[in-house]
Nanobody
């Protein structure tokens, strides 16, 4: 069973940056497409970025040009570099497979103050 541990969230001012990490175990990581999802209060969880096993990346329009997803197959870890953060980026961030499984980690909270 996949095990996901997210970290790196925090409180940051608008315009700031954060780098999220997600340690993954229980799957053959290097051949698995991975993504970062987020869920803001009162909203549905959404996929904001994904990276294939071939290192192709896709971004939601709301984060394009500001967020960068990457992966380190040697460390079974996927990252999300978030720059130029906005208050509307405030959410709990989760990593998961793409498409996601029903098994989620604890997430990491990102709060952007204006």
């Amino acid at each position: 069973q996949v095990h996901l541990v997210e970290s790196g969230g925090g409180l940051v001012q608008a315009g700031g940056s954060l780098r999220l990490s997600c340690a993954v175990s229980g799957i053959w990581f290097s051949i698995t497409d991975m993504g970062w999802y987020r869920q803001a209060p009162g909203k549905q969880r959404e996929l904001v970025a994904d990276i294939t096993r071939g290192l192709s990346t896709t971004y939601a329009d709301s984060v394009k040009g500001r967020f960068t997803i990457s992966r380190d197959n040697a460390k079974n870890t996927v990252y999300l570099q978030m720059n130029s953060l906005r208050p509307e980026d405030t959410a709990a961030y989760y990593c998961n497979l793409v498409p996601h499984t029903g098994n989620w980690g604890q997430g990491t909270q990102v709060t952007v103050s204006s």
